[in-house]
């Protein structure tokens, strides 16, 4: 039972637009957000995050956007930079700490 | 401040034989995860500690895996016996004890396992 879906394995996108990678949860206990970027033989590193009681939150050139009723989450990059190339994780968050993660999308910033 | 550790980052064995990794997490942070990452898939918990009590194992096969953190500091993961399916990147993570920065976990490398 996946609780969190990235339904799209991998995106590409021209240097300069944006990349807009998608997140749907099922379970409405979740009530905190998490957006992870990982590089090759690297561990995942925190990116932005967001409360359940916020429906944006921006950081630079990276905005997660919540719509609870829809239960989904978006992560925005605009603009786009080859360096942003990596898989993307969307992560859930309820009870103590226990973090949820999708399978991840795959993002490549063509220069 | 220094990473998460963790060692050895790539690991061959056949089945039914045993291995252990190790982390040492970010100094001062209470929590530690293990994650187990199949090729493919998303990290899945496998155990939590907050300092050197377990938080939650639900999903660690306890018929073949155990893991101790002594101290509340560093951590051991182990599989005896291995099994084909094993075979993936077990990452540690760390966190602090303040919320909300303790909703941000800091990742290790990960140790890379084949089973054979």
């Known amino acids: 039972d996946q609780q969190v879906k990235q339904n799209s394995p991998s995106l590409s996108v021209q240097e300069g637009r944006i990349s807009i990678l998608n997140c749907d949860y099922t379970n409405s206990m979740f009530d905190y957000f998490l957006w992870y970027k990982k590089y090759p033989a690297e561990g995942p590193t925190f990116l932005i995050s967001?409360?359940?009681?916020?429906d944006k939150n921006e950081d630079g050139r990276f905005t997660v956007f919540l719509n609870k009723s829809a239960k989904h989450l978006s992560l925005h990059i605009v603009p786009s930079q080859p360096g942003d190339s990596a898989v993307y994780f969307c992560a859930a968050l309820g009870g103590y700490q226990k973090v949820t993660f999708g399978i991840g999308t795959k993002l490549q910033v063509i220069p | 401040e220094a990473g998460v550790a963790q060692s050895p980052r790539y690991k061959i064995i056949e089945k039914r034989q045993s291995v252990a990794f190790w982390c040492n997490p970010i100094?001062?942070?209470?929590?530690l995860y293990w994650y187990q990452q199949i090729l493919g898939q998303g990290p899945k918990l496998l155990i939590q500690f907050q300092n050197n009590g377990v938080v939650d194992d639900s999903q660690l096969p306890k018929d073949r895996f155990s893991a101790e953190r002594l101290k509340g500091v560093d951590s051991t993961l182990k599989i005896q016996p291995a099994k084909l399916e094993d075979s993936a990147v077990y990452l540690c993570a760390s966190s602090p004890n303040s919320v909300p920065s303790s909703y941000e976990q800091y990742f290790g490398p990960g140790t890379r396992l084949t089973v054979t």
């Open positions: 100094s001062g942070h209470a929590t």
């Open positions: 967001i409360s359940s009681i916020k």
